[in-house]
């Protein structure tokens, strides 16, 4: 049994079979007691975002410049992948389902995340594109405090 950190919300649900969950938010990170060890899930989450980030920019700057596709379109696309991926992880019932969802999951949102200045400067000019994407971005973390 061990006590780990988690710093992301949505690996929370990585000790949901933990026969003890205790969860405490403390200073942004939450506390949580489990049966099993967590590190491949958030070493898969560190890479597969890494990769996520990369590859969002390379696949968005391609269809922008080649088949003329508008960046708004790749965002689009981006967030039905992800929210796809968020849907099928949260009724994972079973650990090696855990394997395929954590990396589909984070590796989305990491396309997501980079594709999101851009277009935020493409669509609202770069006078205000400061305090606007700082405000949008906020609005995530606002949203899983009031929804979640």
Known sequence: MTWMHVHHPMLLQVAEGATDLRTKEWSGTWL???????????????????????????????????????????????????????????????????????????????????IFAPLCSELFGLLNMGMIYTVLRASVFVGSLVFG
Request: aromatic residues 16%.
């Open 32 to 114: 949580v007691r489990a049966d099993y060890d967590a590190a491949p899930f958030t070493t898969f989450s560190s890479i597969f975002q890494s990769l996520g980030r990369l590859s969002g920019g390379v696949v968005s700057e391609y269809n922008l410049q080649v088949h003329g596709t508008s960046r708004a379109t790749s965002f689009g696309i981006w967030v039905a992948m992800f929210s796809l991926s968020s849907i099928v992880f949260a009724f994972t019932d079973s650990i090696g389902m855990l394997y395929v969802t954590v990396p589909m999951s984070t590796f989305t949102f990491g396309g997501v995340i980079t």
